[in-house]
């Protein structure tokens, strides 16, 4: 039996342990987890060092430095996060009634844990705390595959979300981290139908396309964060810069970060030398369409086929378009399903932009960045789904759940 094997094993065995546990305990043992975090803040930065050293060494991108690093701030929020998750309902358990048969069959839909979660990541160490409370909370075991980048960050984490477990007399295996990142070892994991559940992988397009490429277990992708501003002819200006820059420049290299500006043709003379300036003001390194070109004094002229590309830095694609269809058209052509949005004040054009769009998440009037489980009320989320199935956005509490069907009957017998 392989390791990968052992280790699905008692992670199954450890989801049937909490699959029963009250409410109550489980946030009891989360409070215990966050206070942990914060007690291990030494060892745990000492371990990312150990990373980020690494990294450095193998010259990693600066995007996945950033994902990578963590300090104390991050460290703190990480365990806000988990204090936040305990103010959630819990969704384990919860009924819905569906209704009575006319033959007397009482119908109803009970939630109940995935199982067992897998998460396949690279360099985001905080994945490690966020995905373990959450899963945690909704009633499954997870087993964390982190990459070599964050290895040791993961580990100790991990090691510290165990300490609290065992404190309440739990399985530590409900939150167990594969000890190295060798690629057997991934191949082994995603060889486990019948004990885990489902994968989620969260990282590059390399990465999620491996991993629906060769799992035999179900998998929810994570995928790639090219998210655009459409600036609709109806926007107000101000609030068009604002949201542009903050979706670009506060924080580049996440998923929710823009990677597109659409602009309507009939606004673009008025417009366009305001983005020109304030994106030159950040050192915004700009791919432009041929009408947009010269509108900057320094940019790349981009094909058609060019745009798409999620930059995950200071760098962006402008297009401009003649028309709303024109801008669908585009964002149909070059999104990823992650993040959309449009800058209007004409509701009637607001509400068709989100109508039409197919995206996990569609905005008016607000910057991506707030395409976040957290911004959005669910407390830490494991990831940002752009499959359908199970769940599409933000993955939070009840996103881990399935629902059964408890039936209720008084003898009765099909005829």
Do not use: W
């Not at 989360?30 to 990294?55: C, H, P, Q």
């Not at 844990?113 to 690279?122: A, F, K, N, S, T």
């Amino acid at each position: 039996m392989n390791l990968m094997t052992t280790m699905s094993q008692q992670a199954s065995q450890a989801a049937r342990v909490l699959a029963n546990l009250d409410t109550e305990t489980k946030n009891n043992v989360l409070l215990v987890m966050a206070a942990e975090l914060r007690k291990g803040l030494s060892a745990i930065l000492e371990a990312n060092k150990l990373d980020m050293d690494g990294a450095k060494q193998d010259n990693v991108a600066s995007a996945m430095l950033d994902r990578l690093l963590l300090n104390e701030e991050r460290i703190e929020l990480m365990a806000k996060g988990i204090e936040d998750i305990v103010k959630l309902d819990d969704p384990v358990g919860t009924i819905r009634d569906i209704g009575e048969q006319p033959n007397g069959l009482k119908i109803s839909k009970m939630r109940m844990p995935l199982g067992v979660v897998c998460m396949i990541y690279e360099a985001r160490p905080n994945v490690t705390a966020d995905a373990g409370a959450l899963c945690f909370k909704s009633g499954n075991a997870i087993i964390l595959r982190g990459g070599k980048e964050a290895i040791h960050s993961s580990k100790a984490i991990a090691t510290i979300l165990q300490k609290a477990l065992a404190s309440f007399g739990l399985p530590e295996a409900l939150i167990s981290v594969v000890p190295n990142a060798d690629r057997q070892l991934l191949m082994d994991l995603m060889d486990q139908r019948g004990l885990i559940d489902v994968i989620i992988p969260r990282g590059g397009e390399g990465l999620i396309n491996f991993v629906t490429d060769n799992s035999k277990v179900p998998v929810i992708q994570h995928f790639k964060g090219v998210c655009h501003l459409y600036v609709d002819k109806d926007a107000d200006f101000d609030k068009a810069i604002n949201i542009l820059l903050n979706g670009k420049t506060q924080r580049t290299g996440v998923c929710n970060a823009l990677e597109g500006l659409v602009v309507h043709q009939k606004i673009a003379n008025d417009f366009m030398p305001l983005v020109a300036k304030r994106l030159a003001e950040h050192d915004v390194t700009i791919n432009a369409c041929a009408t947009s070109l010269p509108f900057f004094k320094q940019a790349n002229l981009l094909a058609d086929d060019g745009f798409g590309q999620e930059y995950l830095d200071l760098e962006i694609a402008i297009k401009v378009v003649d028309s709303m269809d024109k801008a669908l058209d585009h964002i149909h052509q070059n999104g990823s399903h992650h993040t959309e949005v449009i800058c209007t004040e004409n509701a009637e054009r607001a509400q068709r932009f989100q109508r039409s769009v197919d995206a996990s998440v569609v905005m008016v009037n607000a910057s991506s960045r707030f395409s976040d489980g957290s911004q959005l009320g669910l407390g830490a989320e494991i990831g940002i789904a752009t499959t359908k199935l199970h769940a599409y956005g933000p993955m939070g509490l009840e996103a881990l759940t399935a629902e059964k069907f408890l039936v209720s009957g008084n003898g009765h017998v099909r005829g």
